[in-house]
């Protein structure tokens, strides 16, 4: 690369994900139906304290593959938000939307107990 060229990073690209008016009941029932993608958002919540997390962090033991289609059905029902930044995409759960829209969700979200099963042995940090 020339020396006289600058490098400009670009901001990472935030998922396509529905308003807080567009948050659909039954699609969020839908996908808190499913453990795996509760379990995903529990870890969040807790773990993460609501943070911004890689995807590869939450320590769910299934494929990679797997976990793409939970993050997405969990971005699409509204309840995360993802930025793809190169090859890393980072998740965090949308709190304050889901609150304005549906009071009180997260806290049973948080107060479930995520069976072991479910889980990695060792949990990245």
Do not use: C
């Given at each position: ?45 807790v773990d993460a304290a609501g943070g911004t997390r890689s995807c590869g962090w939450v320590g769910v ?5 797997t976990l793409t289609h939970h993050f997405r059905v ?52």
């Open positions: 690369m020339p020396a006289n060229v600058e490098v400009v990073p670009t901001a990472p690209e935030r998922l396509p994900q529905p308003t807080v008016a567009e948050m659909d009941l039954p699609a969020v029932l839908d996908a808190l139906s499913d453990p795996i993608r509760l379990a995903i958002l529990h870890r969040y919540l033991d299934r494929p990679k593959s969990l971005r699409e029902a509204g309840l995360l938000e993802q930025h793809q930044e190169g090859l890393t995409r980072s998740s965090r759960v949308r709190v304050d939307e889901v609150e304005q829209r549906f009071p009180g969700l997260l806290d049973l979200v948080v107060a479930w107990e995520v069976p072991s099963a479910l889980m990695r042995a060792e949990v990245p940090a």
